[in-house]
């Protein structure tokens, strides 16, 4: 494993998975899709996971953010447990502590933009911080196109409204599921270009499930997934030591 910078350790952590395992079904047909995991996830630091198809890395992050139950261990955001949690307490805190990015954009096609980047708020019953929500939506360059409605939209400006979205409530974390998944490069490289920058400019944590190692390349660390455990941490990575540690992998699951 690649050593901890010491700066890394002082920072206070937004998540934590401690010995999370996640099995489905039993006997012969049992399958272990998280093994024992344990793993923090640092204030303003901007992680990617990665992994072979089937590593466990979506699961990982869907544990984590609350969206899917685990086998046993234990899940932390801030200082609270989720295990503890009745499901109408989860619901409240997905809403007001965490932020949601996937690979399809979600947007609601009758609401203008700012009408979508509010809508959790709106729902939640809370005013957005005018300040805040205006940092947010100058910083993804979206000032002129909130009035426009989701099919006015290209589908990178689409996934800005939902980056736009997933930060405008300042959430605890953070968590994209393939995020740049359905765009061009170009597109993808400014969505990741906002990620990048919501950490660096406005202390926001992101934690990321990627395959693709040039968009892992814009986070500060990767946590490498293989069989359902963390095998591997790279910090500052390049897209080339990335793609240089998931061909090691490869090569390990040839050989097997």
Same mark, same amino acid.
């Given at each position: 494993?690649?050593?901890?910078?010491?700066?890394?350790?002082?920072?206070?952590?937004?998540?934590?998975?401690?010995?999370l395992s996640k099995i489905y079904g039993q006997g012969e047909t049992q399958v272990v899709?998280?093994?024992?995991?344990?793993?923090?996830?640092? @204030?303003?630091?901007?992680?990617?996971?990665?992994?072979?198809?089937?590593?466990?890395?979506?699961?990982?992050?869907?544990? *984590?953010?609350?969206?899917?139950?685990?086998?046993?261990?234990?899940?932390?955001?801030?200082?609270?447990?989720?295990?503890?949690?009745?499901?109408?307490?989860?619901?409240?805190?997905?809403?007001?502590?965490?932020?949601? &990015?996937?690979?399809?954009?979600?947007?609601?096609?009758?609401?203008?933009?700012?009408?979508? &980047?509010?809508?959790?708020?709106? &729902?939640?019953?809370?005013?957005?911080?005018?300040?805040? #929500?205006?940092?947010? %939506?100058?910083?993804?360059?979206?000032?002129?196109?909130?009035?426009?409605?989701?099919?006015?939209?290209?589908?990178?400006? @689409?996934?800005?409204?939902?980056?736009?979205?997933? #930060?405008?409530?300042?959430?605890? %974390?953070?968590?994209?599921?393939?995020?740049?998944?359905?765009?061009?490069?170009?597109?993808?490289?400014? *969505?990741?270009?906002?990620?990048?920058?919501?950490?660096?400019?406005?202390?926001?944590?992101?934690?990321? *499930?990627?395959?693709?190692?040039?968009?892992?390349?814009?986070?500060?660390?990767?946590?490498?997934?293989?069989?359902?455990?963390?095998?591997?941490?790279?910090?500052?990575?390049?897209?080339?030591?990335?793609?240089?540690?998931?061909?090691?992998?490869?090569?390990?699951?040839?050989?097997?």
């Amino acid at each position: 494993m690649t050593t901890t910078p010491l700066a890394d350790r002082t920072t206070a952590v937004a998540a934590r998975a401690t010995d999370l395992s996640k099995i489905y079904g039993q006997g012969e047909t049992q399958v272990v899709a998280l093994d024992r995991v344990s793993v923090d996830f640092r @204030q303003a630091e901007f992680t990617a996971i990665m992994g072979p198809s089937g590593s466990g890395k979506s699961t990982l992050m869907h544990c *984590v953010a609350g969206l899917d139950t685990f086998s046993s261990g234990s899940v932390r955001i801030g200082d609270t447990e989720l295990g503890s949690l009745k499901d109408k307490q989860l619901t409240k805190l997905r809403r007001d502590k965490i932020g949601f &990015i996937f690979q399809a954009f979600n947007l609601l096609p009758t609401l203008n933009a700012l009408e979508n &980047i509010t809508l959790p708020m709106d &729902i939640a019953g809370r005013k957005p911080d005018k300040e805040w #929500l205006d940092n947010v %939506i100058r910083m993804v360059g979206l000032a002129d196109r909130l009035r426009h409605r989701p099919s006015q939209l290209s589908g990178g400006q @689409q996934q800005r409204v939902a980056v736009a979205r997933a #930060l405008a409530s300042r959430p605890d %974390i953070v968590f994209g599921d393939e995020p740049t998944g359905n765009l061009d490069s170009r597109s993808g490289a400014e *969505v990741l270009g906002f990620l990048r920058n919501s950490v660096r400019e406005l202390g926001q944590t992101v934690v990321m *499930v990627t395959h693709d190692p040039v968009a892992a390349a814009y986070a500060d660390r990767v946590v490498f997934l293989a069989d359902g455990r963390i095998v591997d941490e790279v910090y500052g990575p390049t897209a080339e030591s990335v793609l240089d540690r998931m061909k090691q992998f490869d090569a390990k699951g040839r050989t097997s």
